[in-house]
């Protein structure tokens, strides 16, 4: 069920996309619905880098505080409250700054799809399984980087009629593809997914 949740999703984000780009293909577009749709970052103004810089200090802080109590609540709620671990706040903690993570990168770019979602699966595909979550904070932050990066690039050389596509079409239509990719290798191994 909860591969088929995740397919669904993604399934969802990328015909999101498609309809975009075929907004954006039309003579007449609505650029505003588009950047609703799936994000854009085209003419940031000066406040939106700072912005966007500290929030994402922040976030890297606070993940590198707890990483080493997501290394023990990696294991069994037991184990972990045997070395320590307060897993309620640790939990709460999490989810609240994701939230607030997600919340704040959406006001300031709108919905960029598969960043968070892809990035940090792929690192840890990447590196092996060992890795503790303090390095994998880095990692999955300097590719999430690195994605939105060379998607905008491949934005801003892909030119149409009716102007530059939305970024969230680029890392849509890439991370989908990934994403189906990942879980199907998971599903394979009998893991489910994930």
């Known amino acids: 069920p909860v591969t088929l949740l995740l397919v669904g999703f993604v399934v969802t984000v990328m015909c999101g996309a498609g309809i975009v780009l075929v907004q ?10 588009a950047r ?10 000066m406040w939106m ?23 023990a609540g990696a294991m069994s709620d037991d ?3 045997s ?10 903690m999490l989810v609240f700054w994701a939230g607030l993570l997600a919340a704040a990168s959406v006001v300031i770019a709108g919905p960029i799809g598969f960043v968070g979602l892809i990035c940090p699966h792929v690192v840890r595909m990447l590196v092996g399984s060992g ?10 932050a300097l590719a999430g980087g690195a994605l939105v990066v060379g998607a905008d690039g491949a934005v801003k050389a892909f030119a149409t009629d009716a102007g530059r596509l939305p970024l969230g079409v680029v890392t849509s239509l890439v991370g989908g593809v990934v994403f189906v990719v990942l879980v199907r290798g998971g599903a394979a191994r009998g893991s489910g997914g994930f």
């Open 36 to 45: 609703l749709l799936v994000g854009s970052l085209t003419d940031p103004p």
């Open 83 to 92: 070395v320590g671990v307060p897993l309620a706040l640790v939990r709460f």
């Open 24 to 33: 954006q293909l039309m003579p007449e577009r609505a650029l505003a619905s």
């Open 49 to 71: 880098g700072a912005t966007i810089v500290a929030i994402a200090f922040a976030g890297a802080c606070v993940g590198l505080w707890l990483g080493p109590s997501m290394d």
């Open 131 to 140: 890795l503790s979550h303090r390095t994998l904070i880095i990692g999955a």
């Open 79 to 81: 184990e972990a409250r």
